[in-house]
């Protein structure tokens, strides 16, 4: 790891000895710079010339982050008359970059309401399950059509990251986040619009049956639990069916979902022990967003497994749970770096990744760690735009000093949600 995530050291010199290699930080002397970072390892010449073009005389220099150590000073360094172009240029491009930011900034604020509102809904909708089935069904459908109908036109769908702090329990935010990622999988296997209300609707209520789970049963910690108690938490899916034939107009294929998400591909899964084919589709993609959803966003927190490591663990050890095709399909979604993902930048700069889009999954949104600055201000760059910038690789937690880790990796529970706009 680069020097991005320890504490630095500068002291001033002056712009005169810079060269490239050099490891500053501008964010002391102007809020207003036209960088894309507060500090950075210089590139080449033109990034020097546009600092004293700036008007800088000296600047922060942070010798144990830099490849190069300050030239001599031979004379002044020559003032060109291209000089005022490279700022007026550099300036323009921040400006332009700053707008970028914003829509992204938008976007996914626009998202995370969307995903508040149907939160929302769904909790109501989930309350009112026994009492009120008719109308249970008409709230989660209404969730349901608004996002299978988004996921079926021709716009490309982004997956944003969202942080759910009110999330009391993880069913509700669990049921969503399976929704999202079984639409995930279904978009890119070209299901039609009907077919992506069924899987959008099994699997929004996928674990409903658990809401049958006495809460003793369910709330304890899974070493803790008998065996008795752990056939009781298999029976969730009887239960789901159940209850899913007291909703008028649930459908047959969504149900498959409530009934059979647990069935492995292999025949190891419950409650019937189907394999292959012999396993409805929609439930196949359904057991795929629930085990990912399962490693990545736990009950325990704590036993949370970064996103790409998730997806090698299904890939490489629980293969033979899924279907392979569609397994495909997800990690071809999700990309290398799924939402979730602690990545360092080729700038030496390290973000987490908030937005995925299937169309460009190397170059996703990264809300980017600066020191001193709080993390819901965490500047956003879509590396759709910053083009000179890349991923180099993404990151355990464990990697990280406490003060990244803390701000890259808060303890919130994480909710899926989406975006029509991002990169589109
Ligand atoms: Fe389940």
Redesign the pocket.
Known sequence: MGFWGKKKHFERISVDVLQPGMHISVAERWLDHPFLLNEFTLENEEQIRLIIGLGMTNILWCSEASDAAPREVIADRPRGPSWPDLVSQARKERDERRVKADESKKSTALAAKAYTKASKELRNAFSMAYSSPKVALEKAMGIVNEVAGAFSSDQEISIVLLSDRMAKSNLHTHSVNVMLLSLLIAKARDASEQDLKDIGLGALF??IG?LRVPDAVRMKEESERTSADQSYMQL??DLGTKMTLNLPDFTAPARSVVAM??EHYDGSGYPFKLAGEKIPLFARYAAIA?RYDNLCNPARLEDAIPPAQALSRMYKIEGSHFDQSALASFIKSMGVYPPGSIVELSNGALGLVTSVNRSNTLRPLVALWQEGVKPEDAPLIDLGVETEVKIVRSLRPADLEPEVREYLNPRARTAYFYSKAVSG
Do not use: I, S, Y
């Open positions: 996928h674990d658990m969730h899916t998400h647990h629930n």
